[in-house]
């Protein structure tokens, strides 16, 4: 697994697509808790409690140590065992699977677990020079195996053409709910 920097992480910064896009989707989805799958440096969650929405966000050690937000909103953890054990209306799963290198389907069931309602899966997939262009990628998939390994698990929902990034998203509800 790739070692990420002080660097990586600095470059990383706060910016108004993040307040454009969760915007968006509160508009959207209107949720009331909101987990950030591979928050990074945390700023979507930012945003959203900003927004006075609730709303947590976990990843590995490298990154947590690099959020400036308030800790209590973050924990440490893998996505094959989730830190969480309730329930949240809106998951947000964006630039994390194509980076695994666990088994997706127990990452997939995870996310299940604590979703109970809207998931937004953000994913470059085959075709995208994004998909190639990072090294810490993984999974080199199409469109369409990810549609049939996310659809085993969730109800596909279309994804709205006015969200940025449209073209690589899988918006998707928990089958269960």
Request: charged residues 25%; negative net charge; glycine residues 4%.
């Amino acid at each position: 697994m790739m070692q990420y920097t002080q660097q990586y992480f600095e470059a990383q910064k706060l910016e108004m697509k993040h307040f454009h896009e969760t915007q968006i989707w509160i508009d959207y989805f209107n949720p009331k808790k909101v987990l950030d799958i591979g928050c990074g440096m945390g700023h979507r969650v930012f945003v959203f409690r900003e927004n006075e929405i609730e709303s947590y966000g976990f990843d590995l050690q490298d990154a947590i140590n690099y959020v400036p937000y308030n800790p209590e909103w973050f924990k440490v953890g893998n996505i094959d065992s989730i830190p969480f054990e309730e329930k949240f209306d809106l998951v947000l799963v964006y630039d994390v699977l194509e980076h695994l290198e666990i088994d997706l389907d127990i990452a997939l069931k995870e996310i299940k677990r604590i979703s109970s309602g809207h998931i937004i899966f953000s994913i470059p997939f085959y075709g995208d020079p994004n998909l190639f262009n990072d090294k810490t990628h993984k999974l080199f998939k199409t469109r369409e195996w990810w549609f049939y390994k996310i659809g085993k698990y969730f109800k596909i929902i279309e994804t709205p053409k006015h969200f940025p990034f449209h073209q690589q998203m899988i918006i998707c509800r928990n089958k269960d709910e």
